[in-house]
């Protein structure tokens, strides 16, 4: 029997996909929002036959919604209570590969708490947004008690059926179903459209004769602002959908592996139309023997979950990640991680801020005393949210997007700080140094992470002008041991005291700039100083010979190009011609690097370089390296089709010949103790329409990269394979968390970077790192399908001015594991923390750590307080490939520990051992989440 004769059960799932800022900015989008759920409370409430309707699998519409009318709360509350309104499980729909670890785990939460607060979360992992999908979202998705997920972007009907299985980096298995032959917008398309409106499913060209009132502002400002029709006219043509219904039931019959048939009735900002109960009518007429039900994706999923218990599916493994053929190439449209890369990082540095600072601060304080900041950190939670909505983080929107999401993430970063400042100085007010000189001056650095660490970092000291300038050292008031620093640069100045109580005041102060080598900081705590004065500063140097750095671990040597070779000493390999920039043209858009059919690409090394010595000392020495290069201010488009271009059918566009200078600056940094060399890239850019990256040739001998993902280190093969479905495309960029890694028999080299996204490797025997520093671009919007909508007046996406980035070369023996890469990419991404104060008469030891986490391959993630407010919540997880028993050491005693689930729900009790340690068990890839009460 045909699978179309056979009895089927089709949904019809109202939805639309809500993106909150894209084509509009976030505050014109919300009166869209506004208009859209008026709607469509009024029609759930008047027509009790409008059975369901699906808000895209996030909460934050409903957030923006009640914030203008927060009256209606009740209203939505009941249509969420009575299964009618499905919202959830995310807060904003999220582009994972552009966002860190944990922010994918707390969209998931705060999407939770804030549904059930509202009368209930969807639990489907909803997921169509993603350019690709990461490798341990199922077992994040499980974790939430999800147990299938809908999505297309990274899979496709030639490799499996409409429904398989998905085993997630850690065997994590759940169902997974990309929806329907049409993606999520199949009976919209191919039915609503034709039958409603007389379109066409790609008919998308408006004739001003078919009425419809088109309104518009006339002045300048508005020459690049949408139409709007005030009365569309809409007709409901029977005959057609007879047809249209046959055709699309047809089609999915031919994907779908069990009865259930979805038919999506949504698309991008959609709304309701009460003739969707009249459309499911009908469609049953048309569908005899089968059974049409107005549905959403809850009933779907459980329905297809109970089906494929008795059927084989075929098992995908790991990151989805395969691309869509187009007429001339293979794409994933997932070239927006280059796109706008000011927003990437500054997403990352506000991450690090709350994530990794403020957070776990906050429970160290919390532990003393202090009562844990949680309004302020959930506010920070979801400003940062906002600005992981998949077209907000990716950056391929209009330019006012970058603007406001820029704003947002600086209003993170300031509650971050204030949150930080404020908790540190309750920990060192509770610090007891009674027994020091009631004038002291004491140094206190900060451990954010569960691990001993012993650094050289940089720090101010202000000593008070009532004592005399003169050198002095740091004596470690736990153990006595002296720590000698390196001066940069002092100067006299004046500081604020300020207190709430009394009007401020001010104090002169000498000003010191140094650096110094820490004793042992204790695991996730903190450890104090006091100033030893008439000690004399550390003398001595880090340069060995002209151009040349040296420390324990490796020899730096500079050469006239302006790139620098690497010799690792442990491993005994060298690294040469690193640090070179490469500039071509680009004639795509914010999802698509399309090159001009005529390009120039540009080479950093033959101009001329100004190489100086900046700074010269025994623990830190910098040099500065000068120059800049001339490449083609513009792109020239001549007597070629713009969509052709755009869609990477063709193009035949080229590089100007007008020619602009961008001026580099490259500080190159090496610190004593350290086993990665900081490089700083500055730069104006002044040209238009160009993709600019940074080398770093390797020479290794591996056909596999290694890259962070969210929890998961994947490994991508760097020249296709027989099996890789990007066999067929040749310089094609990947995403990257934090840093890619490629070693050989003979050594290693990862590159970590402070927010960039977009890496290469290339297919020759150099096997050169690329990564994408910016990628300047017109802004062309795919508003209207098969055809782009030019912005010319937006200029943000050329990404103009200056720019700012930060890299760690960081060499090392044996593989991504052995060579302690993801525990090397920690230490940067969370700083010591150094303060200064006076003298406190608290109750806390002068040395003290909270956490303690053994073996350090398993990884910190986070630390704060259980939404319940009882206790505290710990999240790791094991980067490596074999099963770990991890020892958790705590510094206060334990009264009650639990393993819990992402939800924060109990799984089990786990044993206290008389030591005040805790062992759990983290098999390969495996996140933990552990609650503690102490």
């Known amino acids: 029997m045909r699978k179309d004769k056979e009895q089927k059960y089709v949904h019809f799932i109202s939805n639309t996909h809500w993106d909150r800022e894209w084509l509009y900015s976030f505050q014109e989008t919300r009166i869209q929002l506004i208009d859209f759920f008026q709607r469509l409370l009024n029609i759930l409430e008047k027509n009790k036959d409008y059975n369901s309707f699906v808000l895209d699998s ?35 729909c999220p582009e994972c590969f552009q966002v860190g670890s944990e922010s994918i785990i707390r969209n998931l939460l705060y999407g939770h708490i804030i549904a ?94 078919k009425g419809g009132t088109p309104f518009r502002l006339a002045d300048e400002k508005a020459q690049f602002e949408h139409y709007l029709l005030l009365q569309p006219p809409k007709n409901f043509d029977e005959k057609q959908l007879k047809e249209r219904v046959k055709k699309l039931f047809k089609s999915e019959c031919e994907v779908a592996t069990t009865p259930h048939i979805a038919f999506m009735m ?115 939670w979801k400003e940062l949210l906002r600005c992981h909505a998949h077209d907000t983080i990716s950056g391929s929107g209009v330019d006012i997007i970058e603007q406001d999401t820029l704003h947002r993430l600086r209003q993170v970063r300031e509650i971050s700080r204030s949150v930080l400042r404020r908790v540190l100085a309750f920990c060192q007010k509770s610090i007891d140094f009674s027994k020091e000189d009631k004038n002291a001056i004491l140094i206190t650095v900060y451990n954010p992470l569960p691990m001993e660490r012993e650094e050289t970092i940089s720090t101010v000291v202000d000593l008070p002008d009532t004592i005399p300038a003169g050198e002095f050292c740091l004596e470690n008031i736990e153990t006595g041991e002296e720590v000698p620093l390196q001066i940069h640069s002092q100067e006299r100045a004046n500081v604020v005291i300020t207190q709430p109580e009394d009007a401020r005041h001010s104090m002169k102060v000498h000003r010191y700039h140094t650096s110094f080598t ?81 390009n120039e690409v540009i080479d950093s090394r033959p101009f001329p370089k100004k190489i100086s010595l900046l700074e010269d000392g ?38 100007s010949i007008r020619q602009v200078s961008i001026p580099i600056q490259m500080f190159i940094t090496l610190r004593n103790q350290s086993r990665s060399l900081e490089l700083k890239v500055k730069l104006i850019n002044n040209a238009r329409d160009h993709r600019l990256r940074i080398a770093f040739p390797s020479n290794l001998d591996t056909d596999i990269v290694r890259v962070e993902s969210a929890f998961d280190i994947v490994e991508r093969e760097i020249v296709p394979g027989p099996n890789n479905p990007w066999k067929n495309t040749k310089s094609v960029t990947f995403p990257q968390y934090r840093f890619i890694d490629l070693d050989d028999t003979w050594g290693g080299l990862a590159i970590i970077n402070d927010g960039l996204k977009e890496y290469e490797v290339s297919r020759d025997l150099t096997r050169t790192m690329f990564i994408t520093l910016l990628r300047a671009y017109t802004v062309h919007l795919a508003t209207v399908s098969k055809q782009w909508e030019t912005h010319p007046e937006m200029n943000l996406s050329q990404c103009p001015g200056e720019h700012e980035f930060n890299f760690w070369i960081y060499p090392h023996a044996g593989g991504t594991m052995k060579g302690n890469v993801v525990q090397e990419t920690e230490r940067i ?38 939404e319940d407010r009882q206790g505290y919540i710990l999240r790791v997880y094991n980067s490596s490939n074999e099963p770990t028993a991890a020892v958790l050491e705590f510094g206060e005693p334990l009264k009650e520990v639990y393993e819990v689930n992402f939800e924060e729900t109990i799984i089990q009790k786990l044993e206290i051992s008389p030591q005040n340690t805790v062992k759990i068990q983290c098999n390969e890839k495996k996140i933990v989440t552990i609650k503690f009460l102490i």
């Not at 927060?70 to 939505?76: A, K, L, S």
């Not at 083609?632 to 193009?651: F, H």
């Open 58 to 92: 996030q909460v934050v519409p409903v957030e923006d919604y009640l914030e203008i009318f927060p009256n209606d709360r009740e209203r939505i509350k009941k249509q969420v209570e009575e299964r009618r309104l499905l919202i959830g499980p995310w807060y904003t």
């Open 116 to 209: 059930k607060q509202m009368g209930g979360v969807m639990k489907v992992g909803h997921t169509p947004f993603s350019y690709g999908q990461i490798s341990q979202l199922p077992q994040i998705y499980k974790g939430f008690g999800i147990h299938i997920a809908l999505f297309y972007h990274g899979v496709s009907h030639d490799e499996v059926p409409n429904e398989f299985w998905w085993e997630g980096a850690d065997g994590t298995k759940i169902l997974a179903s990309q929806m329907s032959r049409h993606a999520r917008y199949n009976f919209y398309h191919q039915v609503y459209r034709p039958v409603v409106y007389g379109m066409e499913p790609d008919e998308r060209n408006w004739n001003w004769n």
């Open 266 to 380: 949504g698309h991008d900002s959609s709304v309701p139309d009460e003739l969707e109960v009249c459309l499911v009518h009908e469609t049953q007429q048309v569908l005899e023997g089968h059974i049409v039900k107005h549905s959403n994706y809850q009933d779907y999923a459980e329905e297809v979950l109970r089906e494929v218990e008795n059927i084989k599916l075929p098992v995908l493994q790991g990151e989805r990640r395969t691309p869509k053929p187009m007429p001339r190439i293979y794409h994933l449209y997932s070239d927006v991680l280059s796109s706008r890369t000011r927003i990437k990082r500054e997403n990352s540095y506000s991450e690090r801020d709350l994530q990794r600072l403020a957070e776990p601060m906050s429970v160290l304080s919390a532990c003393m005393g202090m009562e844990y900041p949680k309004d302020f950190i959930d506010l920070a």
């Open 518 to 598: 820490t004793t042992k900081v204790p695991p996730l705590g903190y450890t104090s100083y006091r100033i030893k004065h008439h000690k004399p500063f550390l003398q001595g140097t880090l340069i060995t010979s002209d151009r040349v750095l040296e420390n324990q671990y490796m020899r730096v040597a500079i050469r006239d190009d302006g790139t620098f070779d690497v010799f690792h000493k442990p491993s005994e390999k060298i690294y040469c011609g690193l640090g070179y920039l490469l500039d071509d043209g680009e004639a795509g858009h914010a999802w698509m690097h399309i090159p001009p059919a005529y």
């Open 618 to 655: 025994p623990l830190s020495a910098t040099y500065k390296i000068e120059y800049e290069m001339i490449i083609p201010g513009q792109l020239v488009s001549t007597n070629e089709d713009l969509n052709d271009r755009l869609d990477g059918v063709g193009n035949n566009s080229k590089r």
């Open 829 to 866: 991404y969370s700083p010591l923390i150094p303060v200064q104060s006076g003298v406190s008469n608290g109750t806390q030891p002068p040395t003290k750590s909270l956490i303690k986490i053994q073996p350090d391959t398993i990884i910190f993630s986070a630390l704060k307080l259980a």
